[in-house]
């Protein structure tokens, strides 16, 4: 069992930055691919960026949505994930889960995920 704790979510301004951390315990941190989904009222879950395990290279994967303004890490060491978000949107408004899996790099395929936080809210205003 893996348990995940989300914390940084909140209300922001349209540009402002944010960052949203995800911390684990349980099972060995280091053998889990990482991520972060969100959901928007009346929209799908939607995958927004993944991290690989430290042995395949730490390989990352954003949505399109997202290039270039997200950017995920993880610290192994302190089974800490993060996810700093820069030039928000409106868009981006949504309830942001950490989410954590086993694959030899990660899926986009949010439903293959086995471990969830409870979520932090992200709300970015005009």
């Known amino acids: 069992q893996v348990q995940l704790v989300e914390s940084g979510g909140g209300l922001v301004q349209a540009g402002d930055s944010l960052r949203l951390s995800c911390a684990a315990s349980?099972?060995?941190?280091?053998?889990?691919?990482m991520g972060w989904v969100r959901q928007a009222p009346g929209k799908e879950r939607e995958l927004v960026a993944a991290i690989s395990i430290p042995w395949s290279g730490g390989r990352t994967y954003y949505a399109d949505s997202v290039k270039g303004r997200f950017t995920i890490s993880r610290d192994n060491a302190k089974n800490t994930m993060f996810l700093q978000m820069n030039s928000l949107k409106l868009e981006d408004t949504a309830v942001y889960f950490c989410v954590a899996g086993r694959f030899s790099t990660y899926s986009v395929q949010v439903a293959e995920y086995d471990y969830w936080g409870q979520g932090t809210q992200v709300t970015v205003s005009s």
């Open positions: 349980g099972r060995i941190f280091s053998i889990y691919t």
